[in-house]
C-alpha cells in the first residue's frame, strides 16, 4: 500500500515543477514584454499646421474623438506603457497618423482624410475598442453630424480641399455633359 502513495506524490511533485517552471517562464516573458513596450516611443512631434477648420468646434470635436491617432497631441495615457495595450496603442497611433494627420496639413497629413466623413458615418471611426477606455470619444448623434458636417465643410469631400471634387468633375465633362451640370454638382457636393 505504501508503494500507490509514493507513486501519485511522485507524479504529483512533477507537476508541481513542471507548473512552476511554466509559471516563471509566463513571469519573465510578461516582464520581458513590459521592458519593450516602455521603450516604444512615445512622441508628439510639434504641430507643423493644421487645417482651415469650419469652425472652432469642428476642431474640437475631431480632436476630442479622433485627436489621440490622427493628431500629433497623442495623450498617452498610463496603459499605453503596459504591454499589450502598449503596442496597440502605439500601432493604431502610428497608422492613423499616417493616414491622416491633422497636425502636418500641407506636408503629407491630409493624405487619407478624404475617408474621415465616410469612416464615421458608417461607425468605424472611433473603433469600438477604443470607446469604453475614451468615454469623451463617444459623440452624441447630433455632435456626430455636426463633425461630419464640419469636415465635410473643412476638408471638401475629397479631402484636400477641392481638388479631388475638381477632378472628380473633369470625367464628368469628359462624358459629354455641359459645364454648367458639372460645376453645379460639384457645387451641391460641397454643401
Request: glycine residues 10%; aromatic residues 8%; hydrophobic residues 35%.
Amino acid at each position: 500500500m505504501a508503494e500507490p502513495t509514493t507513486i501519485v506524490r511522485t507524479a504529483r511533485s512533477r507537476w508541481r515543477r513542471v507548473a512552476l517552471i511554466a509559471g516563471g517562464v509566463l513571469v519573465a516573458l510578461f516582464i520581458v514584454l513590459q521592458g519593450v513596450a516602455l521603450a516604444l516611443p512615445r512622441t508628439n512631434p510639434p504641430v507643423v499646421a493644421e487645417p482651415n477648420w469650419d469652425s472652432p468646434q469642428t476642431r474640437e470635436l475631431f480632436m476630442r474623438a479622433c485627436g489621440d491617432c490622427h493628431s500629433n497631441q497623442t495623450n498617452w495615457r498610463w496603459y499605453t506603457y503596459v504591454a499589450p495595450a502598449a503596442f496597440l496603442a502605439y500601432r493604431d497611433v502610428t497608422e492613423g497618423r499616417q493616414k491622416c494627420n491633422v497636425s502636418e496639413w500641407g506636408v503629407g497629413g491630409e493624405r487619407k482624410c478624404d475617408e474621415s466623413v465616410e469612416q464615421i458615418q458608417e461607425g468605424k471611426m472611433p473603433p469600438w475598442f477604443y470607446l469604453p477606455l475614451h468615454p469623451e470619444a463617444n459623440l452624441s448623434a447630433q455632435e456626430k453630424q455636426q463633425l461630419i458636417q464640419g469636415l465635410i465643410a473643412t476638408f471638401g469631400e475629397g479631402g484636400e480641399g477641392g481638388e479631388r471634387r475638381n477632378r472628380q468633375a473633369a470625367p464628368e465633362q469628359e462624358n459629354g455633359e455641359e459645364e454648367g451640370s458639372t460645376s453645379m454638382t460639384v457645387a451641391f457636393r460641397g454643401s
